[in-house]
């Protein structure tokens, strides 16, 4: 079975992505971090209240040009007020050029706003977006490294390890995270197949077929674990 590095069904609008049901709390609280930063930096005594009604209403333009998928718009409108020292405003055109197809400058601006915040993990999940496009594979990994040395037990970064792993045919190294993964989320059904694949690819087949039966618990008559099945002798 061909498995791809999945990245996602589910989309913030601020730059991270997140795969499969497990992961709406990680963008409710990606949203709601961002809406706490923007109030923190209007409120802020360093901004005037005349300096900060530009900044709110930039962003709320930037939005409505997004929901049009009119990325330039929404790109210059941020632009017109851009900070180099803002990590909202890079984090948010580190995403507009991604949407854009601008892929260099998203890394670029993505790389800004890890600057500016090192311990943060959203722009991180935002860098790999465009260097995942522009096959800077090398970058993909350490930006997930790098993500789990601060949130060693951080599920999305430890599936999608996994997940490039298996691509990589390194499936010693794809067990490790997906292990972690599966031990996290018991009855998650991305994490079991590419769980069992991998168990599989190890010549573990006890474990592969109990994996797979547990993902056609969570998902009946599921294609791919029943192909895994049928391999199993």
Do not use: C
Not at 89 to 107: K, P, V
Not at 137 to 147: F, G, H, K, P, T
Request: no cysteine; glycine share 4%; charged share 20%.
């Amino acid at each position: 079975m061909e498995v791809l590095a999945s990245y996602a069904s589910r989309v913030t609008r601020h730059g991270s992505r997140v795969t499969g049901q497990k992961y709406k709390m990680f963008a409710i609280s990606l949203f709601r971090h961002l809406a706490i930063s923007l109030f923190l930096l209007a409120s802020s005594p360093l901004l005037s209240q005349t300096d900060s009604k530009p900044l709110l209403v930039a962003f709320e333009n930037s939005y409505l040009m997004e929901a049009k998928a009119d990325y330039s718009r929404a790109i210059r409108t941020l632009k017109d007020i851009y900070q180099e020292n803002s990590y909202e405003i890079n984090l948010r055109l580190g995403w507009l050029n991604y949407l854009a197809g601008l892929h260099l400058e998203s890394t670029n601006y993505y790389q800004k706003a890890i600057k500016l915040k090192p311990y943060a993990l959203e722009p991180k999940f935002g860098f790999v977006l465009p260097a995942a496009v522009l096959g800077n594979w090398s970058q993909v990994i350490l930006q997930y490294q790098e993500i789990l040395k601060i949130d060693p037990q951080n599920t999305l970064a430890n599936y999608r390890m996994g997940s490039i792993y298996y691509n990589k045919l390194d499936y010693i190294s794809a067990e490790k995270y997906l292990e972690k993964v599966v031990n996290l989320y018991p009855f998650d059904y991305d994490a079991n197949l590419l769980y069992g694949w991998t168990n599989l690819k190890l010549g573990k087949l006890r474990e592969a077929k109990v994996l797979f039966n547990k993902v056609l618990l969570n998902k009946p008559k599921d294609t791919s674990a029943l192909e895994g099945l049928s391999l199993i002798k």
